[in-house]
């Protein structure tokens, strides 16, 4: 009896939490099927407001793709760098990519800095202002720093290999789930990106998918009516609906890639619970 | 593991130096950059010009919209910190139960999935569930609720709680995810010795592998209320409207009107620098939780 009632406080937990996740999401769904018809719903894809979205679209394509390899490397790098270092050097270095985690410096200084140096509307801006995942760092130091991993670079030494070839052919290839994680979290994180572009860019050349959404967003009824904006040159509601589910279905496909490969790069069983 | 020869020193240093680089540009230069909070502000030097004492935050606590901007952010914190935590172990726990019993956690995607959506799509659900003509009101005036519907985006009442809510929303499923992680390294003969004693997978969960993960859910709730401190700026910027300016300001989006949008860049600054004041008893007291722990082990 008691296990009964545990399984049906289990499911009905379960049916809560992904009701509430999900329910949002429906709304969109729905209004994507209000589309007046084919026709218009095909000229949501063709017409001139659909060519400001998908170059918005390329744009933040390589915005993934550039910021994800860069940020990729530098933390891949950062972490293989900080696994190297002794204890103290490494508590040093570490505690020096902690302090800012804990100690924002804000929007205005930084916004200062960039203008300062003359980042504003220049593409590497939208990459360089979303700054290392230091988190993601600690985390693929503590991956690189164990036991596992040092017997690797022991063994490659022994085999002759350098430093370089020994992380290049030996360490890295031996954790592909750590690799999946940071490629999948940087490019996430690029994908959402709408921020930098929204402070630091105002070239339309620049301007990404996300931020043309939110500007289109801002002129649809829903965001006159919720106060966002005043009422302007309206666009449609299902045309904005598209847009955004264009926007979600990437970004929750790289969630799914991040969950299986991060779970798999701490070696965690789910069934069993054992590391 | 320490490097045996020279050469993987300047290895590993080389390595480290284009992060260490980017961090020192763009995270201690513009910490450097608050003392034009304390300073004249001018492009031609812009984190040089001649000191003006308190001047700025005199003008900062001057105005009303930064008193309802300090305290929005403080309440939103405090709120969203305790509304995320529980959110997220409760359903850490539900995640737990079900896959020490053996059944697979299918829902673990679908949690983590709020934490990965902009703040551009965001806003927009919620511009459609939450409008006069959204599905909540309709949900509401269909179930005797309301009568017609209520404008929860602009309302002075209603708004700090759909804030709070989108805050636990959005973040209560990586605490989910994170805190389910740390349940999954407990030790399993733990959990046999609990049920040996007679408690049930949830009385484990709750009395057993929980408490002897308290320190490490304190950690994890502190970061959380550091995450929440950075993303404010950007929940209040694209869901906020201004006709729910003082409900919705939180000291980020206040310095960014202030600063960015009016040009008064040192009051913008001083804005920025009482932020970074604001989540100090929240480093505090992760530094404390951090270190705690290694002090009971020496002795």
């Not at chain 2, 709120?79 to 172990?89: E, P």
Request: with cysteine; aromatic share 8%.
């Amino acid at each position: 009896m008691r296990q009964l009632k545990l399984k049906i406080a289990l499911a009905t937990s379960t049916a809560v939490v992904i009701v509430l996740v999900v329910l949002p999401v429906v709304p969109l769904l729905q209004t994507v099927a209000a589309a007046p018809s084919a026709s218009t719903f095909g000229s949501y894809l063709l017409d001139e407001q659909a060519v400001a979205f998908i170059r918005g679209m390329s744009t933040q394509f390589v915005l993934t793709l550039c910021g994800t390899l860069f940020m990729g490397t530098l933390v891949l790098s950062a972490g293989y760098g900080l696994s190297l270092l002794g204890g103290v050097q490494r508590a040093i270095v570490g505690l020096f990519f902690v302090i800012p985690v804990v100690i924002d410096a804000g929007l205005i200084p930084t916004y200062i800095l960039v203008r300062a140096i003359g980042l504003i509307d220049h593409p590497l801006v939208l990459i360089l202002a979303e700054r290392i995942d230091v988190l993601l760092v600690l985390a693929a130091t503590l991956v690189f720093a164990r036991g596992e991993t040092l017997t690797l670079r022991e063994a490659a030494s022994v085999d002759g290999a350098g430093p370089l070839s020994a992380m290049l052919r030996v360490v890295l290839p031996a954790h592909p789930q750590l690799i999946t994680t940071v490629v999948a979290l940087s490019a996430l994180r690029f994908w959402n990106a709408w921020f930098p572009a929204f402070l630091f860019v105002h070239s339309q050349a620049l301007v990404p998918a996300q931020n043309r959404l939110r500007s289109m967003a801002l002129r649809t009824e829903s965001g006159i009516a919720s106060g966002l904006t005043r009422a302007g040159e309206s666009v449609s509601e299902p045309r904005i609906a598209l847009y955004a589910l264009v926007l979600l279905i990437p970004g929750l496909v790289l969630v799914r890639i991040f969950r299986s490969a991060a779970m798999s790069a701490l070696t965690i069983d789910p069934k069993r619970g054992k590391k | 593991m320490r490097p045996d020869t020279r050469g993987e020193r300047r290895f590993a240093l080389s390595l480290l130096l284009p992060a260490i680089a980017l961090v020192a540009i763009f995270d201690y230069l513009p910490m450097y950059g608050l003392s034009i909070a304390f300073r004249e502000f001018s492009w031609r030097v812009p984190f040089g010009g001649p000191p003006v004492g308190l001047a700025n935050i005199r003008r900062l606590f001057g105005d009303p919209g930064f008193h309802h901007a300090l305290s929005n952010t403080i309440r939103y914190a405090l709120a969203g910190t305790v509304g995320v935590a529980l959110t997220g172990i409760a359903v850490a726990v539900v995640f737990h139960i079900r896959s020490v019993a053996g059944g697979r956690p299918v829902f673990s995607t679908v949690v983590l999935a709020p934490s990965f959506v902009s703040w551009v799509i965001v806003s927009l659900l919620l511009s459609r569930l939450f409008t006069v003509r959204g599905w909540v009101n309709a949900l509401l005036i269909r179930a005797g609720v309301l009568e017609q519907g209520v404008a929860f985006l602009t309302s002075a009442s209603l708004f700090p709680v759909v804030f709070v809510g989108t805050s636990v929303w959005k973040h209560a499923g990586l605490m989910a995810f994170l805190s389910w992680m740390l349940l999954q390294q407990t030790d399993p003969d733990m959990r046999d010795a609990a049920a040996l004693d007679g408690l049930g997978p949830l009385g484990t969960v709750l009395r057993v592998e929980l408490a002897s993960l308290r320190p490490q859910l304190v950690v994890l709730t502190l970061l959380i209320a550091l995450l929440l401190f950075d993303s404010f700026g950007e929940q209040s910027l694209s869901i906020a409207s201004a006709a729910i300016r003082s409900h919705a300001d939180v000291v980020e989006s206040y310095a960014y009107r202030i600063g960015i949008q009016r040009g008064r860049w040192a009051v913008g600054a001083a804005g920025s620098l009482v932020s970074a004041l604001v989540r100090l008893p929240v480093v505090a007291l992760l530094v404390a939780s951090l270190v705690q722990p290694h002090r009971r082990r020496r002795r």
